[in-house]
């Protein structure tokens, strides 16, 4: 099939896309690498009147370090994240995370903007942003405005933003831990994920100082898992900590089930990869 008919504008700057959007009144979907959009327009599940395209505003496409955050430009390409020393050496865990989406040919077109504004629950940028606590800047007909990550996702391929509104940039906060892990299970290497789970920690001798846990594919938006952060921070330590760990990451979730895989299977799996990531973040110091 073909989309349905539409009207193309090339804007060269935020404001003229906001504006854009603004004159469709509601009617205007926002085209950056296209990799979710272009299916659903072709299947005509989705029919703008108007197509507003950002890849001529190239000021939304950059990697910078500020301070104690890395920030991302909304265009900013998955392979150019993938590829990126900055990320690797300040978010480790999003560098591990990237191999992860999708294809080659899709991680050299899609954005990170794009990912978030589309708000798959078994995506890895979504979840990647409520695992740093991340904020995205967004811009509407009222201005700029920042909206946590934690308060972006509302359901599955659902967020807060207006529809004359656009994510401009993301600033992740850099962590300072000295272990990690990212895990991930899928059908086929490229497919959405079935399950997975990003862990971060930093000790102080033989406990656990601080840490962070995300999970995705197991409910309807990706999940931070802060009272397994909170139940972690003093623990000490030992050969059964994978084994605790696990036990505290299926407590604190109930997992989803579909045609791809049962709620019983999603759940078995999550522990798993649970322990696996545990045993690989302690590792990082030689425990």
């Known amino acids: 099939m073909k989309p349905a008919k539409f009207e193309y504008v090339a804007p060269t700057t935020v404001d003229a896309a906001v504006e854009a959007l603004r004159a469709a009144n509601g009617e205007g979907k926002v085209l950056a690498g296209g990799q979710s959009l272009m299916p659903l327009l072709n299947f005509r599940m989705t029919r703008p009147a108007v197509l507003v395209d ?13 301070g104690d ?8 390409r998955h392979r150019e994240i993938e590829q990126s020393r900055l990320i690797a050496s300040k978010l ?19 954005t990170i903007g794009g990912s978030l504004s589309h708000s798959d629950p078994a995506a890895e940028l979504p979840m990647l942003s409520l695992f740093y606590g991340a904020k995205l800047s967004v811009q509407g007909p009222s201005g700029r405005r920042t909206i946590a990550a934690e308060d972006f996702f509302v359901d599955a391929l659902t967020n807060c933003l207006e529809p ?11 962590l300072q831990h000295d272990g990690w892990a990212f895990e991930e299970v899928a059908r086929r290497f490229g ?3 079935l399950a997975s789970i990003a862990v971060s920690l930093r000790r102080a001798a033989s406990t656990v100082e601080d840490a962070r846990v995300a999970v995705m594919g197991v409910a309807d938006t990706p999940l931070r898992l802060k009272e397994v952060e909170d139940q972690l921070r003093g ?15 299926l407590s604190c979730v109930s997992a989803n089930g579909d045609l791809h895989a049962s709620a019983e299977y999603r759940q078995h799996l999550l ?14 110091k030689g425990w």
């Open 164 to 174: 004359e509104d656009i994510v401009v940039e993301i600033e992740f906060p850099i």
């Open 271 to 284: 522990g798993q990869l649970a322990k696996r990531s545990m045993q690989t973040a302690l590792a990082a």
């Open 69 to 76: 955050h890395v920030a991302i430009g909304a265009l900013t």
């Open 191 to 193: 497919d959405f994920a």
């Open 92 to 110: 480790p865990v999003m560098a591990a995370a990237m191999r992860h989406v999708a294809h080659l040919a899709i991680r050299n077109r899609g």
């Open 54 to 66: 950002l890849n001529g505003i190239k000021e939304l496409s950059f990697i910078e370090l500020r």
């Open 235 to 249: 623990i000490a330590i030992d050969d059964q900590m994978p084994d605790r760990f696990s036990e505290l990451v």
